[in-house]
């Protein structure tokens, strides 16, 4: 059986998703490689399992304006993952673009491992931005059961959110991009909501 999720197409808007676009294409420089936690090593960089880069410069008036729509959307948020009622203690973002031969392997987001934490992920979300029309293949969002072998594949169409619960295994197909251009890019604005460790 697979997790709680929802699929909500047009969740930014024309307006908010082409200057959130602009942004991204014209910074190409502040993208970094994307780091990933492993419990034996810490966070490091390792492409064999995540491959794309993130945005490590200063992105924050962007940041709080997205923010600002999934507070106002925060109930069709939380109850798409499964989660009504929750109200989250943090939220954490991450600007990614996923280039050529980009993907994640399977995974949850919750951070079981890391003892340091003082927040647990409670509900991920997923928003696709991209030019139109797309320039790469593939870059789906599986989902997996969290008991059996059934899957979903999820497309990463422009100006889409993907939501669910950060417990159920998903992985990131495998990405091409022709051109290896940066701005033929998949991007994406990956959303956690947190709730304290009691």
């Not at 109930?75 to 939220?91: I, L, N, Q, S, Y």
């Not at 993907?103 to 991920?124: A, G, P, Q, Y």
């Not at 497309?155 to 669910?164: A, M, Q, S, T």
């Amino acid at each position: 059986m697979l997790a709680s999720h929802c699929v909500i197409d047009g969740f930014l808007g024309v307006e908010a998703s082409a200057e959130l676009l602009d942004f991204a294409l014209s910074n190409e420089a502040g993208f970094e490689p994307t780091a990933v936690y492993n419990s034996d090593h810490g966070w490091g960089v390792r492409s064999k399992s995540r491959k794309s880069v993130r945005f490590t410069g200063d992105w924050k008036p962007r940041r709080k304006a997205f923010r600002k729509v999934i507070e106002d959307r925060l109930e069709e948020v939380v109850d798409g993952a499964g989660c009504a009622g929750f109200r989250p203690d943090k939220m954490e973002f991450e600007l990614v673009a996923t280039g050529d031969g980009g993907h994640f392997i399977r995974h949850i987001d919750t951070l079981t491992n890391r003892k340091e934490s003082e927040t647990d992920r409670i509900v991920s979300a997923v928003y696709y931005f991209h030019r139109e029309p797309p320039r790469f293949k593939g870059g789906e969002l599986i989902m997996h059961a969290l008991a059996g072998d059934e899957t979903l594949l999820i497309e990463p169409k422009h100006d889409r959110l993907v939501i669910f619960s950060s417990i159920a295994p998903h992985e990131v197909n495998l990405t091409t991009v022709p051109s290896d251009a940066f701005e033929d890019s998949r991007f994406s604005v990956n959303c956690w909501l947190h709730r304290d460790r009691v």
